[in-house]
């Protein structure tokens, strides 16, 4: 059974750092994997999408890289804002199956 | 405005009752998706549907119930043998083909008193 894991689950930066989030998954037949926003009692909103094939995905000040073979992808937050605090989920979705598997999310500050 | 809505946003139920959650699409997406989702963990998938008319379990589909009539449509019901509902329930949805990406609605809180 597919697990997906991010560490740390709270993380709290000075305005301007660049940052990276972790995501760990243990099977590493994955269809794709996708990274999502969740402000406070919000839906969740979708940030990038990778695809089995590709190494990376960037939009904006956001790049989500993709290591199959030892099973982790990173988010980079480059200049990281104030705007930019909320939870960070990672899910995975195994080439065989119909769902999307998440991890628990990173819970991110960035501090004025 | 193409997007997914979900209702009520806050909704509150006496033991015993069911209650039912409204999703709606207007996204052309042949695919939806129930999620909870509980305080500090990920999201678990309650049930989905590929198809109008079809529908399947997901990891945690006792005490749950839906319905697909039609593709813009999937309500789920919260039943009274589900012995933990109080949680934050989120619809998604998506292309069965393309890109495969999934997109999510606003979420309904649920609280049992």
Known sequence: KQEVTQIPA?????EGENLVLNCSFTDSAIYNLQWFRQDPGKGLTSLLLIQSSQREQTSGRLNA????SS???????????????ATYLCAVKLGS???LTFGSGTQLTVLP | DG???QSPKYLFRKEGQNVTLSC???????????YRQDPGQGLRLIYYSQIVNDFQKGDIAEGYSVSREKKESFPLTVTSA??????????ASKYTGGLDEQFFGPGTRLTVL
């Open chain 1, 65 to 68: 890289s993709l290591d199959k």
């Open chain 1, 10 to 14: 709270a993380l709290s930066v000075p």
């Open chain 2, 24 to 34: 709606e699409q207007n996204l052309n997406h042949d695919a939806m998706y129930w």
């Open chain 1, 71 to 85: 099973g982790r992808s990173t988010l980079y937050i480059a200049a990281s804002q104030p705007g930019d605090s």
């Open chain 2, 3 to 5: 997007g997914i809505t």
């Open chain 1, 97 to 99: 199956a119909r769902q």
């Open chain 2, 82 to 91: 589900q012995k933990n509902p109080t949680a934050f329930y989120l619809c």
